[in-house]
């Protein structure tokens, strides 16, 4: 059974920072590509940051420079860690792990909130 389970999220003020974590397992991790995306309501699901399985990083325009994605093979977590937070960056996060054997799944989101 596939379960994606992200952590993390929550309220934080203009220019804070916070870290979101997401545990992939029932899936051969090493070989999945992950990606953090969010949404926000009325809008479509964009991509924020994508590792692939030999850790090459990319990143959406906007979150370049204050946004870093990681991954640690041997926990099968994938982490967001986000600074310079600015309020267009609320939204519900969510965890996305693909390969081709195992297939595409996603985490339940989280909510991530920058206001005063």
């Known amino acids: 059974q596939v379960q994606v389970v992200q952590s993390g999220g929550g309220l934080v003020q203009p220019g804070g920072s916070l870290r979101l974590s997401c545990v992939a397992s029932g899936i051969i991790f090493r070989l999945s590509l992950m990606g953090w995306y969010r949404q926000v309501p009325g809008k479509e699901r964009e991509l924020v940051a994508a590792?692939?399985?030999?850790?090459?990083?990319s990143y959406a325009d906007s979150m370049k420079g204050r946004f870093t994605i990681s991954r640690d093979n041997a926990k099968n977590a994938v982490y967001l860690q986000m600074s310079s937070l600015k309020p267009e960056d609320t939204a519900v996060y969510y965890c996305?792990?693909?390969?081709?054997?195992?297939?595409?799944?996603w985490g339940r989101g989280t909510q991530v909130t920058v206001s005063t």
């Open positions: 996305n792990a693909y390969n081709a054997i195992n297939g595409n799944y």
């Open positions: 590792i692939t399985s030999d850790f090459s990083t």
